[in-house]
């Protein structure tokens, strides 16, 4: 079985950062993208920032250049650094983890972890 966890949300002042952690464990795990959504009040569930296993990236607009995502794939573990935050951040944002089996990739995601920013 596959768990993913997440750490690193928070409450922050607008302007502020936040580093994200998410870590995925389990055995012989073969790990192809990783990434993170978030899910606002109200909102649909949006791509933030994705990472495959050979560093290529993927960001929404709404977050391009001010988050970072990076990864260490010896660890199997996705950070997202999250600098000149705004109120509009603020949302629940869920790690995911591509994995690929034999014959299929599931994603696996974690329980998520709230990110607030007040002005």
């Known amino acids: 079985q596959v768990q993913v966890v997440e750490s690193g949300g928070g409450s922050v002042q607008a302007g502020g950062s936040l580093r994200l952690s998410c870590s995925a464990s389990g055995s012989s795990l073969s790990i192809n993208g990783m990434g993170w959504y978030r899910q606002g009040s109200g909102s649909q569930r949006e791509l933030v920032a994705s990472?495959?296993?050979?560093?290529?990236?993927e960001y929404s607009d709404s977050v391009k250049g001010r988050f970072v995502i990076s990864r260490d794939n010896a660890k199997n573990t996705v950070f997202l650094q999250m600098n000149s935050l705004k109120r509009e951040d603020t949302a629940v944002y869920y790690c995911?983890?591509?994995?690929?089996?034999?014959?299929?990739?599931?994603?696996?995601w974690g329980q998520g972890t709230q990110v607030t920013v007040s002005s």
């Open positions: 995911y983890a591509e994995v690929s089996g034999c014959r299929s990739t599931v994603d696996f």
């Open positions: 990472i495959r296993s050979g560093g290529s990236t």
